[in-house]
């Protein structure tokens, strides 16, 4: 009876922690243990880059992302780490994770345009890796972060009256 007790506490007990590992959680803070553990992997994915090392480059991509574009070659890849600022000179905005995905939010140091590098982790064979790397440009975000109170003001009173 003991013995069926313990079981059963062992087996909730795992449930529960299996929930709780699939919740997801946004981090807002970069000094998180998770953040900076991909952070740094990211970043030996960039030095490994620049140094033109495409086999071990590609030991920290997930298989699914050497399928997509851009192809790499030994040729290309410095020039792709080049394209890309390190993540110390980027605003860390958030991480969204749940289950075995994460995903960091960076914000480029721009004034005349909103841009943004989302990287996006994933765990194969129970480790961390990269699957997309992708920037983003909000035009339209950085003309409204410029506008002054009254032209904010002017452009929302307009949007209520075309609704």
């Known amino acids: 009876m003991v013995r069926s007790g313990l079981l059963?506490?062992?087996i909730a007990l795992l449930l529960v922690a299996s929930a709780w590992?699939?919740?997801p959680r946004q981090i807002?803070?970069?000094?998180?243990p998770l953040v900076r553990g991909l952070e740094s992997l990211y970043a030996k994915s960039m030095?490994?880059?620049r140094a033109g090392d495409l086999d071990a480059y590609w030991k920290?991509?997930?298989?699914?992302?050497?399928d997509r574009p851009p192809r790499l070659t030994r040729e290309l890849l410095p020039l792709f780490a080049e394209m890309l600022p390190p993540l110390d000179t980027?605003?860390?905005v958030r991480m969204?994770?749940?289950?075995?995905?994460?995903?960091?939010?960076?914000?480029w140091p721009r004034e005349d345009v909103a841009r943004?590098?989302?990287?996006?982790?994933?765990m194969e064979d129970k480790e961390w890796k990269i699957d997309s790397v992708v920037v983003r440009t909000d035009v339209h975000r950085a003309a409204r972060e410029s506008e002054s109170p009254g032209q904010a003001a002017r452009r929302s009173q307009a949007s209520r009256q075309d609704n």
């Open 8 to 10: 059963s506490s062992a």
């Open 21 to 23: 590992a699939q919740t």
């Open 28 to 32: 807002t803070k970069q000094a998180d």
């Open 47 to 49: 030095d490994l880059a």
């Open 60 to 66: 920290l991509r997930t298989a699914a992302s050497k």
């Open 90 to 92: 980027l605003k860390f």
């Open 96 to 107: 969204d994770s749940a289950g075995g995905t994460a995903r960091a939010l960076y914000r």
């Open 116 to 122: 943004y590098t989302v990287i996006v982790y994933r």
